[in-house]
Structures are given as structure tokens and as C-alpha cells.
């Protein structure tokens, strides 16, 4: 889970888990903006596709992270975007 520092700059933790997933709440942190602002992203294809548990909408921390590296450039991306995939 990430922590905040002080300067309100979201820090990831390394748990080992490579598809460990993540919420709305979390992206947000990560990318240091707002919920509304993820779902955006998310709709407009510009973030990593999401992840469908049940109702709940999660993103793979390992993607969001590949992301954030890029400089938030879903050029890398290009080939993977899919519509939301559903696990039951």
C-alpha cells in the first residue's frame, strides 16, 4: 500500500506481489491527482486497462508502475489496451 510523505507525493512500497491490484484511490495517490481524474484517464484510454473483480474496477500495481516509469506515456501501451477484462 503506498504511503504519503509529506509533501503529498504517493511512495510505493515493494511487497513482492507483481499483480498485487489496486483501486481508484490508490492509482490517484500514485499518480498524485484526483479519483475523478483516474476514471478520466481510464475512459479516454489513458491509463493501463483495468481489471474487473465482480463490480469492483482494480488496475495491476505492476502496470500502473510500468506507467509511471514511462513518464505516463501509453505509447508503450499501445498493443495491450482491451476492454476491461473480468474475473470472477
Given at each position: 500500500m503506498p504511503n504519503k510523505t509529506k509533501s503529498g507525493a504517493a511512495v510505493l512500497e515493494r511487497?513482492?506481489?507483481a499483480d498485487r491490484l489496486i483501486g481508484v484511490r490508490d492509482v490517484s495517490e500514485l499518480l498524485d491527482c484526483s479519483d475523478r481524474h483516474v476514471w478520466k484517464l481510464s475512459y479516454s484510454a489513458r491509463l493501463p486497462t483495468p481489471v474487473r473483480v465482480g463490480r469492483?474496477?482494480?488496475w495491476r500495481l505492476s502496470?500502473?508502475?510500468r506507467y509511471i516509469v514511462a513518464g505516463c506515456d501509453m505509447r508503450m501501451f499501445a498493443g495491450d489496451r482491451k476492454p476491461v477484462?473480468?474475473?470472477r
Open positions: 511487497t513482492g506481489a469492483a474496477v482494480k502496470d500502473i508502475e477484462a473480468v474475473v
